[in-house]
Structure formats: C-alpha cells, structure tokens
C-alpha cells in the first residue's frame, strides 16, 4: 500500500507533563511490514495522524484518520525497545477485551501481537481530559461516573487480581523511609516527620482495606479520562484490579488535591532539583485542601460507609509511596515525576493529617 501519511500534527495535553519527545513512535516509526498488515486489519489507509504526546509511556499513542473518513486510536510498543510499556500493552489488551460493556471506555475494537511489536485499537473519542486545576463541574461529572463505574458487577469474571496483595506491595513508602529518613523530611513535611513509625504502622492495614468485588480501574487521575459534552470516558486499564469500590475515588482526590480545584483551593508549589537538592515546597491551602478531601469523601454515595480506620490505611499508604517516590532520581522519560509524586504526597497527607491517626 502506498506511504502517503499526511504531514504529523502533534497534539499537546496542557494538563500533563509532556513526554521525551524522541521516545515518542509515530506512525512512519513503524516497521513498513507491520503498517500494512494494520492497514489491511482496518480495511483503508492512514492519511493522517495526530501524535498525542502527554503522558509518561515511550510507545505510540496517536488518533488515525483513515482513507474511509473514519478514526482510530492505536496504540503500540515494541518489546525490543521498550518491554515495560509493551508489557502493560499486552496486559491492557487482556482486560479490554472482557471489560463489561456497561464500563466507561472507548471500545476495544482490536489488537495485534507477534511476540516483539504489541498494538492496541480503540474507537475515537472526541473529547479532552479534565483541565487543571480541576473545574467544580467537571469534577461533579467524573465523581458520578466513579459511583456508577463501581457498581458494575463482573470483576472475577475478567478475572482482575485483587487489589489488597497489589496496593499492599506498593505501600511500604512509610517503612522506607523510617529505615532511612530523607534530609529534607522535616521541612518538607514536618507532621510526617514527627510520626515516621505511627506511618509506617498505618500502610500495614492497606492489604484489608483494600478488599472487594467492584472493578478498580487502579490509576484513576486527569490523564486517564476523557470529558466529552455528554459522557466520562475512563482510558488506560493495564493496572485495574477487583476491590474495594471507594479505591479510585480515593485515588482520584489524592490527585485533584495535588492539582487544586478552581475557586476552593490552590495546588502546592513544589519544586525538586534534579540534582537531588532540598525540595521547595509552600502550600498555604494545606488545611482547606485536607478539610475538603476529607468533606468530599464523606458525601459521595461510595465514601459514606468506608470504615475509617481503612481510609486512614489508604491515604497514609498512597503519602508514603508519594513521598518515597519523589526521592528517586527522574527517569528520562518523565522528568517531572519527583515533582508529581512529592506534590501528590503532600496532598495526601494534608488529607490524612485532617482525618487524624
């Protein structure tokens, strides 16, 4: 089939941190053999293709436009080059394709594996991700689709893993960083950093909190939805697990406190020097952020019967692994994530030090 894809219009997402743009594929980056073989799967050519560089993985993420007027987001990863990103690729694959049709997603319509190249092809939505900081409106809109998102039935049926082995493996932040206490812990966090063992005592009860049968989508944040005039679209299903249903609600707030909501509060102002300097940190809305968590929490149908003591394990457990995360040196494909991670941390403890231990 001829070669005539359309010069490249490359999309950024003002909302998240762009990728390395050398570790972005495109279209023409794939092998000749393996773009036909796409081409005669959709049954037309591509003319057109829009990059969509925003988020942290190395692989291919771009909307299509076809000879025939239709579109398609594909996605792809060669295990070669980049065998993290093509193994969540290969583990999207297998829950897209069993997600119940009542989930909020665009549609899996097909992948494509030959042991190194793995591709993934979606319907195309016409939407954007929330804005940031978050929009009252907007917010509403995407904590209704989280209660209906939690109420559907089917996750054994996937079968998803449970969510109480797999949060618990990651919520050893606080027991790190007990063991070896960061210089800057106490200015940066001084409330943590006079409860260092009451912390890492607190993320042991993440393994039961974390039980149930309700799917989790497990990475619920503004990159991973998409707002359209009329629906909610939840992306990216390579970490969903089967547990608790308040678990991205949770997660989705720790976030939204990192990024602020218009008209209610500011988002941290945080800086971590790449050379592995002191962080910067002012929060002057600390406390209304962690009254509003707490309030929002507390009135969402998902949050109003959620023990405390479960909360309290979660938020504490996704404090810690923020923190300890933000102390890591940056990889090349995310620069910004020290950054991300210790302004997610703080927010989480601003909510955990107004729920109290």
């Keep these: 089939m001829p070669d005539d894809v359309a010069t490249t219009c490359v999309v950024l997402s003002p909302q998240d941190p762009r990728a390395h743009a050398s570790d972005r594929l495109r279209w023409t980056s794939l092998p000749r053999e393996l773009r036909d073989e796409i081409e005669a799967t959709m049954e037309a050519r591509v003319v057109e293709e829009i990059s969509v560089v925003s988020g942290f993985r190395p692989g291919m993420g771009s909307l299509l436009r076809l000879s025939t007027g239709e579109q398609v987001f594909l996605k792809a990863a060669r295990t070669r080059d980049a065998r993290e990103c093509a193994d969540l690729h290969r583990t999207e694959a297998r829950i897209a394709i069993r997600l119940p049709e009542a989930v909020p997603t665009p549609r899996f319509l097909w992948g494509h594996g030959d042991g190194d190249w793995i591709v993934l092809a979606y319907e195309a939505i016409d939407g954007h991700p ?44 606080w027991g790190r960083i007990l063991r070896d206490p960061p210089e800057h812990l106490s200015s940066v966090a001084p409330w943590a950093a006079r409860r260092l063992a009451t912390l890492a005592e607190l993320e042991l009860g993440v393994l039961v909190a974390c039980e149930g049968e309700s799917i989790v989508h497990g990475d619920m944040r503004a990159r991973n939805l998409t707002v359209t005039d009329d629906a909610v679209y939840v992306l990216d299903w390579p970490h969903a697990m089967r547990g608790a249903g308040w678990l991205d609600l949770a997660h989705l707030l720790v976030t939204v406190g990192a990024q602020g909501v218009e008209g209610v509060f500011d988002p941290p102002d945080v800086s971590v020097p790449p050379d592995g300097g002191a962080p910067v940190t002012t929060w002057d809305d600390a406390e209304r952020a962690g009254a509003w968590l707490t309030a929002v929490f507390d009135d969402h149908p998902l949050g109003a019967e959620v023990h405390p003591g479960d909360l309290r394990s979660v938020v504490g457990g996704f404090a810690g692994f923020s923190l300890d995360a933000a102390r890591k040196p940056a990889p090349r494909s995310d620069p910004s994530r020290p950054t991300t991670a210790l302004g997610q941390g703080l927010a989480a403890l601003a909510w955990l030090e107004h729920l109290g231990l």
Aim: proline share 18%; no cysteine; glycine share 6%.
């Design 130 to 173: 929330p804005r940031t900081p978050w929009e009252p409106a907007v917010l509403a809109r995407v904590l209704d689709t989280l209660d209906d998102l939690a109420r559907i039935p089917g996750a054994r049926q996937i079968p998803l893993p449970p969510a109480g082995p797999q949060l618990a493996s990651t919520a050893i932040g």
